[in-house]
């Protein structure tokens, strides 16, 4: 079923969250799927970790308990496959975890069922390599082919980095309109429209979610202070008299 020759035609899929649901309904159309998630029906834990590549759609909190469990039915030479929001903290768990002779390349969708809803192709992935890489090359290639995203390899490191910014500036920003309770109005100009979408689109993510981005990064909480460095510093700036309305 694969469009790529040299990957099998059976995926395990274990977790059937909201990302897993989503990544099924894409997997599906490439390979026949054995899913698993203890709330619901379907193949057991040990039929989805004896598939030749098992995806594991898991918040990071679970990731550990997963591993252990799936190790002894992994199939030599299996192609271990994640997709939490960071890298470095999973891929180095996972490579403690399972047996050697498994592979592991770790992804991250830059999306998920609200902002990929109206379809995946062109969003960007991440593509981490673990154990020396092996495989990395044909995860992207799968990525980028068969389902038209747009693979950027990089370090666990690098990645992190970058998403401490990209990810957890945005999700920090709309948790806070959230909590103000910031709505809709007539008066609405586009820009605040803007930011209304960006708050939408991150709204229904999970509280795992949320905190495995600004929690479980290493990167994160320098990001946090340096924003509230510069909330401050603003704050600072409207007290000085020059910004003053005079009445």
Known sequence: MSTIPSLPSRVGLIGRGAFGTFA?????????????????????????????????????????DVARAIAPALLPGALVVDVC????????????????????????????PQSGRDGIAGLPVAVCPARRGRRRRLVSRFLSEALALDAVALGPEEHDRQ??????????????????????TRLATPTFRHLLRMVDTVRHDSEALFRTILDANPHAAA????????ADAVEARLAQPAFRVVA
């Open 85 to 112: 929001s960071v890298k470095s903290a999973p891929l180095a768990l996972l490579d403690a975890i399972l047996p050697e002779h498994a592979d592991i390349v770790g992804t991250h969708p830059l999306f998920g």
């Open 24 to 64: 099924r309904a894409h997997l599906a159309r490439h390979f026949e799927v054995v899913a698993h998630d203890p709330a619901h029906d379907g193949a057991s834990l040990a039929e989805a970790a004896a598939c030749p590549v098992v995806v594991l759609a898991v918040p990071l909190a679970a990731l550990a």
């Open 163 to 184: 998403m401490a910014t990209v990810q957890g500036l945005t999700h920090l920003l709309a948790r806070i309109v959230l909590e103000m309770g910031v709505g809709d």
């Open 223 to 230: 990001m946090r202070a340096r924003f509230r460095e510069a």
